[in-house]
């Protein structure tokens, strides 16, 4: 149970770009779907964009989706975020996380946040217009 940690966070503005990183100490057999999410000021987390552990899915929110970009290195323990086309609405807290698949319909989409973890200490967007 350790927890990740993200980088490569940073002040943006709208229209830029950013890579975010995200250390696991390892790749949890049974974690499913390897997660970003974020969590704007005064909302809830939401997942943004979800890598399956297995073949070549992947899912995105709506909001973001065409724009960001998850993807992993196997080798190294690494999930990425890559973010473009970034606006203001985009700026928040991310975090990185892995965990179960749901039981049925898409497994890794619209994961819950509290069935996901540990959690780092995320890394902050912040996008300005």
């Given at each position: 149970?350790?927890?990740?940690?993200?980088?490569?966070?940073?002040?943006?503005?709208?229209?830029?770009?950013?890579?975010?990183?995200?250390?696991?100490?390892?790749?949890?057999?049974?974690?499913?779907?390897?997660?970003?999410?974020?969590?704007?000021?005064?909302?809830?987390?939401?997942?943004?964009?979800?890598?399956?552990?297995y073949?070549t899915?992947?899912?995105?929110?709506?909001?973001?989706?065409?724009?960001?970009?998850?993807?992993?290195?196997?080798?190294?323990?690494?999930?990425?975020l890559?973010?473009?086309?970034?606006?203001?609405?985009?700026?928040?807290?991310?975090?990185?996380?892995?965990?179960?698949?749901?039981?049925?319909?898409?497994?890794?989409?619209?994961?819950d946040?509290?069935l996901?973890?540990?959690?780092?200490?995320?890394?902050?967007?912040?996008?300005?217009?």
């Amino acid at each position: 149970q350790v927890p990740p940690a993200e980088s490569g966070g940073g002040s943006v503005q709208a229209g830029g770009s950013l890579r975010l990183s995200c250390a696991h100490s390892k790749f949890v057999a049974g974690a499913l779907c390897l997660v970003w999410f974020r969590q704007a000021p005064g909302k809830e987390r939401e997942a943004v964009a979800s890598l399956y552990s297995y073949g070549t899915m992947a899912d995105y929110a709506a909001s973001v989706n065409g724009r960001f970009t998850i993807s992993r290195d196997n080798a190294n323990n690494l999930v990425y975020l890559q973010m473009d086309s970034l606006q203001p609405e985009d700026t928040g807290v991310y975090y990185c996380a892995q965990g179960p698949a749901r039981v049925g319909g898409r497994p890794c989409v619209n994961p819950d946040p509290r069935l996901f973890g540990p959690w780092g200490q995320g890394t902050q967007v912040t996008v300005s217009s």
